[in-house]
């Protein structure tokens, strides 16, 4: 069984009601579930007459018309066009054309039709059927949409359409398609060349970019077919699933942190015990080297000892995977906690001829709900990733801002670094990607965690004159705020 539509009953209602000619949708009983008023008119009705009254007694179609209406399961054309009679009460029969589609409205199955008399032998076309047609009711979608009739010119297309497309809509009707639509993918245009040439249904995850971001969207190319079975147009669907892509690529950032996580749980005790016993034995070695003047031995376990601190760094990083904080979160001021780190951090950017500009809050800022030893690790991280970036000389700037939109506290962390390659902006959260030669490739990941269990969000901007890491975090409400610092005081 194949389908036109799937609706909400209002929206399929919305387009009987709204339609400028005669309308009615048959449930798959053959009854008249709905006619609308111009089809009333027409035959000169009133609603109780029609109404959950068979179809048979004011229409009259050909027999594969009727299989379709009252043997729904079966196979048949989704989208079709037809012509007939309209049957009067008086018995006289009116020749008329119809669009009809089939589909879903509420999980129940409904024929849609859409009927035009024939008047003085002045038959619509079907591109006139799909013109009036298209414009009732594109725009009422919330997905994107957008009708071409049988020589690729656009005869419709709603506004979700022309902001995935890039286009505005009168620079685009009764233009060729592939002319109109510069943004829309080769790929794209290839699916509807295929649908007709198989006049059949054709559906595609594709993606363009638009403004400066790629769009991802399911675009789903269903043929106009009229009565001798010839394409007389297309209706296009453009769904957009960018953020739905979007979420499944963080998902699966999730899952690979999850993963290690388990790994290190299972692993990092068993890897921490052997190496407690190994370095208090070099302790004693050590000692012992040095009271002989063992001067070369000396210094070989002075390396060895850094090394297995390295390791013990590298399984503790693990460990801050393996598990959510256990600390527990409350009201802190995000101001308070950079101030307390300052010293550290101008400490280490001094060793590097680095100059430490922070922009300190002219107002008190609201509180945030977190713990303060987590967001100390990120910040410490974010500040020493930038001071590694610029290396010898530079400016490392930090600056605290409320963003009032998004109720949140934002804090910007900037270099005058090289920027970020292009090639792998894309990787940077990633677990062990890392373009330190010593680096874990563990840090950014730990830290988007950190931000995330405090339903935080932590961004970044590249340039070829530096990065800047944005850390938004939300506040809580000022009441609550002011009187747990009160409480405090």
């Known amino acids: 069984m194949t389908i036109a539509f799937d609706l909400k009953a209002e929206q399929l209602l919305d387009w009987v009601y709204k339609a400028e000619y005669a309308a009615i949708i048959i449930d798959g009983g053959g009854r008249i579930a709905l006619a609308n008023s111009s089809f009333l008119s027409l035959l000169k009705l009133e609603r109780s007459q029609v109404e959950r009254v068979s179809y048979k007694r004011f229409l009259s179609v050909s027999a594969d018309v009727k299989k379709c209406l009252l043997y729904p399961h079966l196979d048949h054309p989704r989208s079709r066009w037809l012509e007939g009679h309209f049957i009067h009460p008086s018995g006289e029969k009116l020749p008329m054309t119809a669009h009809m589609m089939s589909g879903y409205a509420d999980e129940q199955y409904f024929h849609l039709l859409f009927c035009t008399p024939m008047i003085q032998n002045a038959t619509p076309s079907p591109s006139q059927m799909v013109n009036r047609f298209a414009h009732q009711w594109v725009n009422d979608l919330e997905i994107g949409a957008f009708f071409l009739d049988d020589k690729g010119q656009v005869v419709a297309i709603n506004h979700k359409a022309c902001s995935l497309l890039g286009c505005c809509a009168d620079d685009v009707i009764q233009r060729n398609y592939r002319e109109s639509f510069r943004l829309l993918s080769e790929e794209g245009k290839e699916l509807i060349s295929t649908s007709a040439r198989t006049k059949s249904s054709e559906a595609r995850e594709i993606s363009w970019g638009v403004k400066g971001?790629?769009?991802?969207?399911?675009?789903?190319?269903?043929?106009?077919?009229?009565?001798?079975?010839?394409?007389?147009?297309?209706?296009?669907?453009?769904?957009?699933?960018?953020?739905?892509?979007?979420?499944?690529?963080?998902?699966?950032?999730q899952n690979r942190l999850s993963m290690i996580g388990q790994i290190a749980a299972g692993t990092a005790h068993e890897i921490r015990n052997p190496l407690t016993s190994i370095r208090g034995f070099l302790q004693v070695l050590k000692h012992t080297l040095n009271e002989n003047l063992h001067i070369k031995e000396y210094g070989y376990t002075e390396i060895m000892l850094r090394e297995i601190d390295r390791i013990n760094h590298l399984v503790g990083e693990f460990l801050h995977l393996s598990r959510p904080d256990v600390h527990k979160k409350e009201p802190l001021r995000i101001e308070n906690v950079i101030e307390r780190m300052l010293p550290v951090i101008q400490s280490e950017a001094n060793l590097h001829n680095i100059k430490v500009n922070y922009q300190q809050p002219t107002l008190s800022l609201p509180m945030v709900l977190a713990e303060e030893k987590g967001l100390k690790q990120v910040f410490l991280n974010l500040c020493k990733n930038s001071i590694d970036a610029m290396g010898n000389g530079g400016t490392l700037s930090i600056c605290l801002r409320r963003n009032e939109s998004k109720r949140s506290i934002q804090i910007e962390v900037a270099d005058t670094g090289?920027?970020?390659?292009?090639?792998?902006?894309?990787?940077?959260?990633?677990?062990?990607?890392?373009?330190?030669?010593?680096?874990?490739?563990?840090?950014?990941?730990?830290?988007?965690?950190?931000?995330?269990?405090?339903?935080?969000?932590?961004?970044?901007?590249?340039?070829?004159?530096?990065?800047?890491?944005?850390?938004?975090?939300?506040?809580?409400?000022?009441?609550?705020?002011?009187?747990?610092?009160?409480?405090?005081?």
């Not at 010593?438 to 965690?449: E, F, K, S, V, Y």
């Not at 000022?478 to 009187?483: L, Q, R, V």
């Open 213 to 253: 971001r790629e769009v991802v969207v399911m675009m789903d190319v269903r043929p106009l077919i009229d009565h001798e079975v010839r394409v007389e147009g297309f209706c296009i669907t453009l769904l957009d699933i960018t953020k739905i892509r979007a979420m499944e690529h963080e998902l699966e950032g």
């Open 418 to 489: 090289a920027g970020i390659p292009v090639t792998v902006v894309d990787q940077i959260f990633e677990p062990f990607f890392t373009t330190k030669e010593n680096g874990t490739g563990l840090g950014l990941a730990i830290c988007r965690r950190i931000i995330d269990e405090i339903e935080g969000e932590i961004t970044f901007h590249s340039t070829d004159s530096g990065v800047t890491f944005c850390v938004s975090i939300p506040m809580l409400a000022d009441e609550e705020g002011n009187s747990k610092e009160g409480q405090g005081e």
